[in-house]
């Protein structure tokens, strides 16, 4: 048993997180079960291990970190594993890799109810519904969600600077003083495209080539986070890539669910199911008119982000498709966004109409429309350069 010890020890003296994650200050690390969901390769066992190191000294073995890809728990229960940790001296379990273990919610409760002076942080795939789907944790987890780079995360790492996140709100009232301040100190258009190609995945920071590397890591997501989770068969496989790439390659697309179904060779209903989980897992984004939600078709299909562009077209992506796929994942990461009207794109909360492109200086614009407009660094009126769409988080 000492060995997960000496491997956490291991792990946290050597986990390099060069960006500090706006999460760890925005989760109530008070609460005695917490979940941490995200898509994969966003950064969550990097999450788990720095949060050990910023507040726990290297010898302190009240905080463990352990991975369930470990094949001691093939025989061993995470119940067994959390007695003898508390026996120890052990106060904070962090576990990676949850949905590999099979009772996982349930041993969790049971955890919860039976060691009160022990709290579990547990990172878990983006498709799993902590609260919907395990009745077990209802009323005792605290779920957050750990997204990728944002813009300014990812602007704070490459030029080593440390500028705010600001709320939309925020952006609304003093977006031209805000980016006067940011942009005496550095020019953020210089750093804008590269986030769009590369910058929303941690592991850009890795010497492999990343294009290829998050083609590994988006089939990891179907043949894991989808396939695995979910239970499907793996003979369907095949087609669930295919209604990817087809989403992927005319994204934003009104989709189509009959012509759909026949391309893949599966049922209507089915293809709504795929749509869903592609979404779940962090593959899509689905753009709904206000008042409407899943099993209804969405108004369009959006790529998640625009790394996920460039990775399925590489040198092919529509500017203009990339800026707003941009803006959709900006926006959606704080707000609750619809499909707009009067020309705009989305409405953002039910209350805020943004458009992304430049205003026409004409009569088609409308006085209520927020233009998100790429190519300048400093805005006026309601016309906001969309690089500032990324300091939300």
């Not at 790529?303 to 399925?312: C, E, F, P, R, S």
């Amino acid at each position: 048993m000492e060995t997960f010890f000496r491997t956490h020890q291991y792990l946290v003296e050597h986990v390099q997180s060069p960006v500090r994650r706006l999460l760890m200050d925005e989760i109530d690390w008070s609460q005695r079960l917490i979940g941490i969901k995200g898509s994969r390769g966003v950064g969550k066992t990097t999450f788990l291990l720095q949060y050990a190191k910023d507040n726990f000294k290297k010898d302190d073995n009240s905080c463990l970190y352990i991975n369930f890809n470990n094949f001691y728990f093939t025989i061993h229960s995470l119940i067994e594993f959390a007695e003898w940790f508390v026996q120890q001296g052990g106060r904070t379990l962090l576990i990676d890799q949850t949905f590999k273990y099979e009772n996982w919610s349930k041993e969790l409760r049971e955890c919860y109810d039976l060691f009160p002076e022990l709290k579990i942080v547990f990172s878990g795939s983006s498709v799993m519904r902590l609260k919907e789907d395990n009745p077990d944790l209802q009323d005792v987890v605290s779920g957050y969600n750990l997204r990728g780079f944002s813009f300014r995360e990812f602007l704070n790492l490459q030029s080593g600077k440390n500028f705010q996140p600001y709320t939309f709100e925020e952006i609304l009232k003093n977006h031209v003083q805000i980016c006067k301040e940011i942009v005496n100190q550095i020019h953020p258009l210089d750093y804008f495209q590269d986030y769009l190609h590369h910058g929303y995945y941690p592991f850009f920071l890795e010497h492999r080539n990343f294009s290829e590397n998050l083609l590994k890591t988006m089939n990891m997501m179907l043949e894991v986070d989808i396939l695995l989770i979910k239970q499907i068969e793996l003979k369907y496989l095949s087609k669930i890539r295919k209604l990817l790439y087809l989403l992927m390659i005319n994204s934003p697309v009104a989709p189509n669910i009959s012509q759909l179904s026949s391309e893949i060779q599966t049922s209507r209903a089915t293809v709504m199911n795929y749509i869903k989980y592609l979404k779940d897992a962090r593959l899509l984004n689905l753009l709904y008119p206000v008042g409407d939600q899943f099993p209804k078709k969405p108004h369009l299909i959006y790529g998640h982000n625009t790394n996920l562009l460039h990775a399925v077209m590489p040198g092919n992506v529509d500017k203009h498709i990339e800026e707003k796929t941009f803006l959709y994942n900006s926006l959606h990461s704080r707000h609750k966004v619809n499909a707009g009207k009067y020309h705009a794109d989305f409405i953002v909360d039910e209350k805020y109409l943004v458009k992304c492109g430049q205003k026409m200086h004409s009569s088609k614009n409308h006085s209520k429309i927020i233009y998100a407009a790429n190519g300048i660094e400093i805005g006026k009126k309601n016309e906001i350069p969309l690089w500032l769409f990324g300091f939300f988080y």
